[in-house]
C-alpha cells in the first residue's frame, strides 16, 4: 500500500511562504488525483486544493490566488506552494491520495 509523507510545514510570519511536499513512498498513477487538506483546531477537515490527472487544479476559495498544488509523477510527489500566508492558514496539513489514503501531516503555524 502506498504510504504519503507531508514535510516542509514550520512556523512563519504573517504574509511569508512555504512550500509544502508530500512524498509517496511508491509509484503513484498519473491518474490519480492528489490533494492537500488541512485541520486547524477545533474545526473539521478542509480541502485545500486538488490536482487531477490532467494537471486541472481546484482550489477552496480562500486560498485561491496564495496557494498553488503541482504534482512532479516522476518524483512520486505533490507539492503546495502556499504564498502571503495568514494566520488563519494555521492548521495541520495532509496530504490525500484518491480520497483515500493519508498522511500523517505536517504542522504549518502563522504567527508574528
Known amino acids: 500500500q502506498v504510504q504519503l509523507v507531508e514535510s516542509g510545514g514550520g512556523l512563519v510570519q504573517p504574509g511569508g511562504s512555504l512550500r509544502l511536499s508530500c512524498a509517496a513512498s511508491a509509484t503513484i498513477s498519473r491518474f490519480s488525483v492528489m490533494g492537500w487538506y488541512r485541520q486547524a483546531p477545533g474545526k473539521q477537515r478542509e480541502l485545500v486544493a486538488v490536482?487531477?490527472?490532467?494537471?486541472?487544479?481546484n482550489y477552496s476559495d480562500s486560498v485561491k490566488g496564495r496557494f498553488t498544488i503541482s504534482r512532479d509523477n516522476a518524483k512520486n510527489t505533490v507539492y503546495l506552494q502556499m504564498n502571503s500566508l495568514k494566520p488563519e492558514d494555521t492548521a495541520v496539513y495532509y496530504c490525500n491520495r484518491n480520497g483515500a489514503t493519508w498522511g500523517k501531516g505536517t504542522l504549518v503555524t502563522v504567527s508574528s
Open positions: 490536482v487531477f490527472s490532467g494537471g486541472r487544479t
